[in-house]
């Protein structure tokens, strides 16, 4: 899926509270970041960006 600023959404899964953060600031520049602290969290988001819900 790509942002109205024409950057790609990219959902980063990453359940580390220092090293989420720091990889979602590398990636910004050219992606649009999700940031999930967990596994479940993170299949949450990918099934509401999908348009479906569980």
Do not use: F, H, K
């Amino acid at each position: 899926m790509t942002t109205a600023d024409g950057r790609p959404s990219l959902l980063l899964v990453e359940d580390d509270i220092v090293l989420g953060p720091l990889i979602a600031e590398l990636l910004d520049p050219d992606y649009r970041i999700r940031l999930a602290a967990n596994g479940q969290d993170g299949l949450r988001l990918a099934l509401t960006d999908a348009g479906t819900s569980w």
